[in-house]
């Protein structure tokens, strides 16, 4: 329906001072054409008025294509959108609602490449970073394969406790703990990052699948950047790793600092609404190199001791 508003009401205030101005410049010289030479300026100046007008229906053309084309894909998204929540309701069997999806929450393709990656290596611990309707479908995952560990980190207490009284809704607790951990200074390569508090981390051994979806990009230039150089030496050789949003610049931004940094790194595009990410070990030793680029200081590292494994 909002398709077809925006059909009907697409003429801007820019537009309605276009044709204004045109016409008040069309009528003063229509005036002083006429004064100085009379009936032969009428041909000429229908021919002017003529060639505006032609240009007018192009232009209107023109936007009404534009306008379709934009339909077409907006319904191809939300097809697509349609299609994996279908699939992972017929996956995954939820026993309660789901969480609404998409707008700031994760999309459900998004969900659907996180929830075949969760089937088909069955991790024993999945780290999240933002927690939500994304935290619902892992923990189903998890359910689903029988066992493994969620551990979902929001910076927010209110989001983190909605998110433990949905994981209660649907009876999932046993299988994901959301812990509300706040933003703080975080320095990485000489650089000030807010990031998530992470002193005496404890994921339960190491990190097989991890999932970033936060903190929200406003918080801070290159909010989500910090996650590898934080996480990747707690997390097992044959992790995967997979970035929501990858699409907006500032993913963009981090994605191109985390491919200089970590060539050893496997990355791929995944196509979602929102774009994604997945990374991949593609070397031994990784985690270890990547500590030495990075330099992070001692006194804020969050990989210092304080982080347990056990």
């Not at 995954?92 to 990656?117: G, T």
Request: charged content about 25%; aromatic content about 8%; glycine content about 4%.
């Amino acid at each position: 329906m909002s398709h077809f508003y925006d059909m009907k009401f697409r003429v801007t205030k820019n537009d309605i001072a276009t044709i204004t101005a045109v016409s008040a410049v069309l009528i003063v010289a229509a005036v002083i054409a006429w004064r100085r030479f009379g009936i032969a300026a009428v041909i000429p100046f229908s021919i002017l008025c003529l060639a505006i007008a032609l240009w007018a229906q192009f232009e209107s053309m023109r936007r009404t294509s534009e306008q379709l084309t934009r339909m077409r894909k907006e319904a191809f998204d939300d097809f697509r959108q349609v299609e994996s929540l279908l699939s992972l309701f017929a996956t995954l069997k939820p026993e309660v609602p789901l969480p609404p999806f998409r707008d700031h929450s994760a999309s459900p393709d998004f969900l659907r490449h996180a929830a075949q990656l969760v089937l088909s290596r069955r991790p024993r611990i999945i780290v999240e970073l933002g927690s939500g309707s994304s935290t619902i479908i892992l923990a189903y995952c998890l359910k689903k394969n029988g066992n493994g560990k969620l551990l979902s980190i929001d910076h927010d207490p209110d989001f983190a406790e909605r998110t433990r009284t949905m994981l209660e809704q649907h009876g999932l607790s046993r299988y994901a703990t959301v812990e509300c951990r706040p933003l703080e200074p975080l320095r990485l390569a000489g650089k000030e990052y807010n990031w998530y508090s992470i002193g005496n981390f404890d994921a339960g051994g190491p990190i097989d699948f991890l999932v970033i979806d936060g903190p929200p990009y406003h918080v801070h230039s290159l909010a989500r950047y910090p996650a590898l150089p934080v996480l990747l030496p707690l997390m097992a050789e044959d992790a995967a790793v997979l970035l929501d949003d990858a699409d907006r610049p500032e993913e963009r931004r981090i994605i191109e600092l985390w491919k200089m940094e970590l060539p050893e790194l496997s990355m791929k595009n995944v196509e979602t609404e929102k774009g994604a990410l997945l990374i991949e070990r593609s070397a031994a030793g990784s985690a270890d190199g990547f500590a030495r680029k990075v330099g992070q200081d001692e006194s804020a590292a969050h990989s210092s001791p304080r982080i347990q494994l056990s």
